[in-house]
């Protein structure tokens, strides 16, 4: 994904028409400045069950994930992040301008979307094989009482001092993570998609915060 798809994706966010172009384009500015991305994987062999998977040795709980994970023997976790300085931003802009903050919030999750979407298709090239749907604590069917065992198994504290909360919440805030079976290449698979925005993979079609489906997301890719 491009600058431009980025700032397109965060218009959409920001529910910003042209008019709000320029002040997207400042946003991203400053956050690649002073909040760039950062980003890790780790790779894991995994087994899919009924209602969850056994990945790196843990067994994580999940109709969501098992589906995702069926016919796959190895998985990628992938965490992404702006970091504390991007809370830092957020903050300063609600104190100073609300419209601003708005701008720079959308800006901020495009770009964090971006980032692991970036080391998703990464971890899979690092491997040889075909992405699969990625998915992620808290969607529909994937419990957030996974996550922690998730967080530890990338070491996500240590490598980019991203943690969870008792609540199922990632600090910083602009922190996604996600899970991705992988498979070997074959005749006629595909790799999925990248999976940002989430709204676009999860079941749960009453939840008050669903996104609308974007229709300029990736086309599939023969592996």
């Given at each position: 994904?491009?600058?431009?798809?980025?700032l397109?994706?965060?218009?959409?966010?920001?529910?910003?028409?042209?008019?709000?172009?320029?002040?997207l384009?400042?946003?991203?500015?400053l956050?690649?400045?002073?909040?760039?991305?950062?980003?890790?994987?780790?790779?894991?062999?995994c087994r899919?069950g009924?209602?969850?998977?056994?990945?790196?040795g843990?067994?994580?709980?999940?109709?969501?994930?098992?589906?995702?994970?069926?016919g796959?023997?190895?998985?990628?976790?992938?965490?992404?992040?702006l970091?504390?300085?991007?809370?830092?931003?957020?903050?300063r802009?609600?104190v100073?301008d609300?419209?601003?903050?708005?701008?720079?919030?959308?800006?901020?999750?495009?770009?964090?979307?971006?980032?692991?979407?970036?080391?998703?298709?990464?971890?899979?090239?690092?491997?040889?094989l075909?992405?699969g749907?990625?998915?992620?604590?808290?969607?529909?069917g994937?419990?957030?009482?996974?996550?922690?065992?998730l967080?530890d198994?990338?070491?996500?504290?240590?490598?980019?001092?991203?943690?969870?909360t008792?609540?199922?919440?990632l600090?910083?805030a602009?922190?996604?993570?996600?899970?991705?079976?992988l498979?070997?290449?074959?005749?006629?698979?595909?790799?999925?998609?990248?999976p940002?925005?989430?709204?676009?993979?999860?079941?749960?079609?009453?939840?008050?915060?669903?996104?609308?489906?974007?229709?300029?997301?990736?086309?599939?890719?023969?592996?």
């Amino acid at each position: 994904m491009t600058e431009d798809a980025v700032l397109r994706r965060a218009a959409r966010y920001a529910q910003s028409g042209a008019e709000g172009l320029p002040a997207l384009r400042r946003a991203l500015d400053l956050l690649l400045r002073e909040a760039p991305p950062r980003s890790c994987f780790r790779l894991l062999p995994c087994r899919a069950g009924e209602r969850g998977a056994r990945i790196g040795g843990r067994d994580i709980a999940g109709e969501a994930l098992a589906r995702a994970l069926r016919g796959c023997g190895t998985v990628s976790l992938v965490c992404a992040t702006l970091g504390q300085a991007a809370d830092r931003l957020l903050v300063r802009a609600q104190v100073q301008d609300m419209a601003w903050a708005l701008m720079l919030d959308a800006c901020a999750s495009a770009l964090v979307e971006e980032a692991a979407a970036r080391a998703l298709r990464g971890a899979a090239e690092a491997a040889g094989l075909c992405r699969g749907a990625a998915t992620a604590p808290g969607y529909a069917g994937f419990p957030l009482g996974g996550q922690q065992a998730l967080l530890d198994l990338i070491d996500a504290r240590r490598r980019l001092g991203v943690a969870g909360t008792g609540a199922g919440m990632l600090v910083p805030a602009k922190s996604l993570l996600y899970v991705q079976g992988l498979r070997p290449p074959g005749a006629g698979q595909a790799d999925a998609p990248d999976p940002a925005p989430p709204c676009k993979t999860c079941a749960r079609r009453d939840c008050p915060f669903r996104r609308e489906k974007n229709n300029d997301e990736s086309e599939e890719e023969r592996c």
